[in-house]
Antibody
Framework: EVQLVESGGGLVQPGGSLRLSCAASGFTFSSYEMSWVRQAPGKGLDWVSYISGNSRTIYYADSVKGRLTISRDNAENSLYLQMTSLRAEDTAVYYC???????????WGQGTLVTVSS | QSALTQPASVSGSPGQSITISCTGSSSDVGSYNLVSWYQQYPGKAPKLLIFEGSKRPSGVSYRFSGSKSGNTAFLTVSGLQAEDEADYYCCSYGGSFTPYVFGTGTKVTVL
């Protein structure tokens, strides 16, 4: 069974930093593209970042470029999102999601809440 | 890339069919047969319902079907049931550098 478990969310002040982690199990992690997708309270889904299985291809949404950094450790079956210069508008539940090719997202974690507030 | 446009809400009675539209552009929905649909219950993670426009993953009810015409994709839910009351999101491949463009989301209410 595919499992994705996020951690690292919490309350952070504007301008602060946070590192999200996602522990993957139940599949060959290195064979799959992974993404982070976020959802602000009461709002819709918003793709944040993508990383290929071998980390050679990385994409970011324009709204987070230069502030968020995606990475992965295939030996540890883990996905990460380093978040810096956080803004109030980054407040959201962040989902770790497995991708199939670049085309759809077939398994989602339960999400971790990031709140940016003073 | 702009978000794909969905109606904010759609409703129907049990047993009826409803259709949710998802309008993009020639840069996303219109250029690729790579629309996926997701169902989300309050406080829960989204779940994949449809991929590559019209394919259902194993375990997804046959009552859910997908189609496309031009720059607009559609999700049809037939034989509406109380458990179908949820939020639904479309998503399209957006081309190089933007693998995923989500729709604005549609709340389905079963009357």
């Amino acid at each position: 069974e595919v499992q994705l478990v996020e951690s690292g969310g919490g309350l952070v002040q504007p301008g602060g930093s946070l590192r999200l982690s996602c522990a993957a199990s139940g599949f060959t992690f290195s064979s799959y593209e992974m993404s982070w997708v976020r959802q602000a309270p009461g709002k819709g889904l918003d793709w944040v970042s993508y990383i290929s299985g071998n980390s050679r291809t990385i994409y970011y949404a324009d709204s987070v470029k230069g502030r968020l950094t995606i990475s992965r450790d295939n030996a540890e079956n883990s996905l990460y999102l380093q978040m810096t210069s956080l803004r109030a508008e980054d407040t959201a539940v962040y989902y770790c999601v497995r991708g199939y090719g670049d085309y759809f997202l077939d398994s989602w974690g339960q999400g971790t809440l990031v709140t940016v507030s003073s | 890339q702009s978000a794909l446009t969905q109606p904010a809400s759609v409703s129907g009675s049990p047993g009826q069919s409803i259709t949710i539209s998802c309008t993009g552009s020639s840069s996303d929905v219109g250029s690729y047969n790579l629309v996926s649909w997701y169902q989300q219950y309050p406080g829960k993670a989204p779940k994949l319902l449809i991929f590559e426009g019209s394919k259902r993953p194993s375990g997804v009810s046959y009552r859910f079907s997908g189609s496309k015409s031009g720059n607009t994709a559609f999700l049809t839910v037939s034989g509406l049931q109380a458990e179908d009351e949820a939020d639904y999101y479309c998503c399209s491949y957006g081309g190089s550098f933007t693998p995923y463009v989500f729709g604005t989301g549609t709340k389905v209410t079963v009357l």
